[in-house]
């Protein structure tokens, strides 16, 4: 394994983050460690840091993180596919004391197999004074990072994601509003042949005549999604242009969360594809939560040139969480 100190992988608020690679895909194990000397036996400590796994998501591979002061085990961490590139907090579950004498170690052991390439990046560890030996409180106590869990829905944030009948609200386009511009039909909406695999899907459509060649965007969307600042998302739906975008007749169709662009497709042939974030060998980045919410989910889909026509059908759109604020991990389900 060769290990550098980079710029790409940082956590936020510094400059350079510890990335370590493999030379081949045979089972390989690192030790990457610090002498943590002047800490008194009795002392009580908080100890973590944060790693990622940088397979890809479609990898085999795995990475098994472990986080060891003096030689015990404090935390450990196996990557998953739903979890790869993002940085997730390993640490002590409560405060550790010290035994010993005053010269200690703080060491991450990384192990991994089956896989070549850049397979994890690391970044801001800390060893934290809670109290000196004998409990005597720390002058000035820096606060550690707290080692709780983040309890994500186990289900999709996206209510009524595939346009199917709410039995609450009576309609299959519960939870979801449209605005438009003026090509577009009023009468866009969950029609019984628009879904992915039949059945119910969204369906935008312009009206007829040179009205509904107009430049003109519709904004299918989902508001009131609530999800803590800081935490990461995959976000995804399917969409099914129902014609090639040309230079005349353009058509684009662009997945929100919020501000952020997601991503935003130009196609050049109809048919059902996903759009949104990193899933199998897709390589946009996950979605960071800004601001405290509530949080909107959008599919903006400009259209120009082509009168009463089906534009596209759009279903089965999902949120989920894969890590919690600060890098906090997910609590088991
Ligand atoms: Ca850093
Ligand atoms: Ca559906």
Redesign the pocket.
């Known amino acids: 394994m060769l290990v550098s100190s980079e710029s790409g992988v940082s956590r936020p608020g510094g400059n350079l983050g510890l990335k370590g690679a493999t030379t081949s895909t045979a089972a390989t194990t690192i030790d990457v460690s610090q002498p943590i000397n002047n800490l008194a036996p009795g002392t009580t400590i908080n100890v973590g840091g944060y790693v990622k796994s940088l397979l890809d998501a479609v990898s085999a591979g795995t990475v098994t993180f472990s986080l060891y002061f003096d030689d015990v085990l404090l935390d450990q961490l196996v990557s998953t596919p739903g979890t790869t590139k993002v940085y997730q907090m390993l640490s002590s579950p409560s405060a550790f004391v010290v035994t010993g004498g005053d010269s200690h170690t703080l060491k991450l052991r990384v192990e991994a197999a089956g896989f070549r390439g850049a397979i994890f990046a690391a970044d801001d560890f800390y060893v934290i004074v809670a109290s000196g030996p004998g409990d005597v409180p720390v002058c000035n106590p820096t606060p550690a990072p707290t080692r709780a869990c983040f309890s994500a829905q186990s289900t999709n944030y996206v209510r009524n994601p595939?346009?199917?009948n709410d039995p609450v609200l009576d309609t299959a386009m519960a939870y979801w509003s449209v605005s438009q511009g003026s090509a577009y039909s009023t009468n866009s909406w969950v029609w019984d042949y628009a879904?992915?695999g039949g059945?119910?899907?969204f369906l935008g459509f312009t009206i007829a005549g040179d009205a509904g060649k107009v430049d003109s965007t519709q904004f299918l969307k989902q508001e009131n999604i609530n999800i803590p600042e800081g935490a990461i998302i995959d976000i995804r739906g399917y969409v099914n242009p129902r014609r090639a975008s040309t230079v005349d007749k353009p058509l684009s169709l662009t997945l929100k969360f919020d501000n952020q662009v997601v991503q935003s497709y130009t196609p050049q042939t109809t048919g059902f594809t996903r759009i949104g974030t990193t899933f199998g060998s897709r390589s946009n980045t996950r979605v960071t939560i800004v601001g405290s919410g509530p949080h909107t989910l959008s599919l903006e889909v400009r259209t120009a040139g082509v009168e009463n026509a089906d534009i596209y059908y759009a279903?089965?759109f999902e949120i989920k969480v894969v890590s919690g604020p600060g890098g906090l991990r997910l609590c088991p389900s």
């Open positions: 595939g346009f199917d879904g992915r059945g119910n899907g279903d089965d």
